[in-house]
């Protein structure tokens, strides 16, 4: 059985619904309830035939799906931030104080600390990079002179579909992410 997974969009709207396995993908496809929309370069092979493996699929129809609230996460918060420190800007790559940032270089920070009785909500929490999050402490930022460059915001759910930042860089136009 060939592995892999297929984002799968919605009908008219292409808004993105869930990821499913290649399998589920093209028997979606060969009954007729969906199209490919960006191949994967593969095939899957049978006897007589082969078939070409999507990356992308979207459903004929529109389906009505109400809006399901994400759930907070650490990975979730560094994915939605981009990676990128809330108060300095500092992303992977940069070099502060000269060093190279890597993802464990930064940490989940939240505006209103814990000890003052924050929690780990979306709009509370953010990407700090550690001299940030270590200058900070324990204070609100205005106490510690520093300023928010965007306001933390619930992501959509759409833009966590693909487990952080984990799927093809063919899903990446499909994929509404918020950026700061």
């Not at 996460?73 to 990676?83: F, I, N, Q, T």
């Not at 920070?109 to 009785?117: F, M, N, T």
Request: charged residues 25%; contains cysteine; glycine residues 8%.
């Amino acid at each position: 059985m060939i592995q892999g997974r297929v984002l799968l969009l919605n009908g008219g709207t292409w808004e993105p619904l869930t990821v499913i396995t290649i399998p589920r993908a093209i028997n979606l496809i060969l009954s007729g309830k969906a199209v490919v929309v960006e191949q994967s370069g593969r095939f899957l092979r049978t006897v007589r035939s082969q078939f070409p493996v999507p990356s992308v699929i979207a459903l004929r129809r529109f389906i009505n799906v109400p809006r399901r609230h994400a759930s907070w996460s650490r990975p979730g918060v560094l994915a939605r931030d981009e990676y990128t420190c809330i108060y300095c800007g500092a992303r992977i790559g940069d070099v502060v104080r000269g060093k190279r940032l890597t993802r464990r270089d930064l940490t989940v920070d939240h505006i209103l600390p814990q000890s003052r009785g924050g929690k780990n909500t979306w709009s509370n929490t953010a990407c700090a990079c550690f001299a940030c999050n270590h200058r900070k402490g324990d204070r609100l930022p205005g106490e510690a002179g520093m300023k928010l460059r965007w306001e933390p915001k619930t992501p959509r759910t759409s833009y966590l579909v693909v487990e952080m930042g984990s799927g093809p860089d063919s899903w990446r136009r499909y994929i509404e992410i918020s950026t700061p």
